[in-house]
């Protein structure tokens, strides 16, 4: 995610690094090429005059852009609701935090309050790891120690099983008579948010935009832009190129940022930043429970947060 303030108006027209232009360069220069083309033969292929004018290309616009912003909404949609969900984390670990430290009794031992804490901060990173296809052992281990880290080493669903064994934690005080039955259905509540939140999260994950669309409007938007040129060169000459570039731009550049965004969890210039959130949530519930807090991350160089 990139997070820097915010430039003023002139430098924003030269922001490199947060924006895709890097990436849809070789495509805008070989639109380039095409438009160069088309002004130095006069609209002609192989020597046949190709008969367009701006007329067409006014009405396949107008479609292509609803196509677009169809295409954009989804994409936002789905990182939208990426970032509710894991709002939603952050809420219910801290609630349950604070339920566990404030509700259970004296009796309750105090490790068995900082169990039921750590085991929240490692669900979090589990998470993480399970959406971004990366090994959670390191974090495991470093939050529940060797010896736990082991039993949650090769599991498919790990923040499943850091969860349940939260919940297993937390019924074993109300065994134990240091947690009132109506205050554990209280905490159960909490633990199915977080529940809910990793359904939701792998429902986006798992299911990608149809295919299909992304095809369809992939093609439509080279083809539009391909024969642009042509249908220009007629009526502004010398500047044809610059238009066309111009237009390829911006329709090229928001089918990528489409494609970017529609999978929130990526490792992307543009994709949530999964690690600053798991670190909030571990400096959160570390504060609450009156442990040291780890330092907050900070962009880097380029004004990323991953």
């Not at 010896?147 to 134990?176: K, S, W």
């Not at 690690?275 to 400096?283: H, Q, S």
Request: hydrophobic share 45%; net charge neutral; aromatic share 10%.
């Amino acid at each position: 995610m990139i997070v820097r303030p915010p430039p003023n108006w002139f430098r924003m027209l030269f922001v490199w690094h947060g924006s895709v232009l890097k990436e849809i360069i070789p495509q805008l220069t070989f639109l380039a090429l095409v438009s160069a083309l088309a002004m130095y033969t006069h609209g002609r292929i192989l020597g046949e005059k190709i008969p367009l004018n701006t007329a067409p290309f006014t009405l396949c616009g107008i479609a292509l852009a609803i196509f677009l912003a169809f295409r954009n909404n989804a994409s936002y949609e789905r990182y939208w609701e990426a970032r509710h969900l894991w709002g939603r984390v952050l809420i219910a670990a801290r609630n349950l935090t604070s339920q566990v430290n404030r509700y259970a009794s004296d009796d309750a031992r105090p490790l068995d309050r900082q169990d039921i804490s750590r085991l929240l901060i490692a669900f979090a990173y589990a998470l993480k790891h399970q959406l971004r296809h990366t090994d959670p052992s390191a974090d495991i281990e470093r939050l529940l120690g060797p010896g736990l880290a082991r039993n949650y080493h090769g599991l498919t669903f790990t923040p499943i099983v850091l969860l349940d064994e939260a919940r297993h934690r937390i019924a074993a005080l109300n065994r134990a008579g240091t947690l009132p039955d109506t205050l554990l259905w209280v905490m159960d509540k909490q633990l199915n948010d977080l529940g809910a939140a990793v359904g939701g999260c792998e429902r986006i994950h798992a299911t990608p935009i149809p295919f299909a669309y992304g095809v369809l409007l992939h093609r439509t938007v080279y083809a539009y832009c391909a024969l642009l040129p042509f249908g220009l060169i007629d009526s502004i000459g010398f500047a044809t190129p610059l238009i066309c570039v111009f237009v390829s731009y911006t329709l090229i550049a928001l089918e990528a940022i489409a494609r970017e965004i529609s999978d929130p969890f990526a490792l992307s210039p543009n994709g949530l930043a999964l690690d600053a959130m798991t670190r909030n949530i571990e400096r959160s519930v570390c504060e609450l429970c009156g442990e040291d807090v780890p330092p907050a991350l900070q962009p880097g160089r380029f004004y990323e947060l991953s």
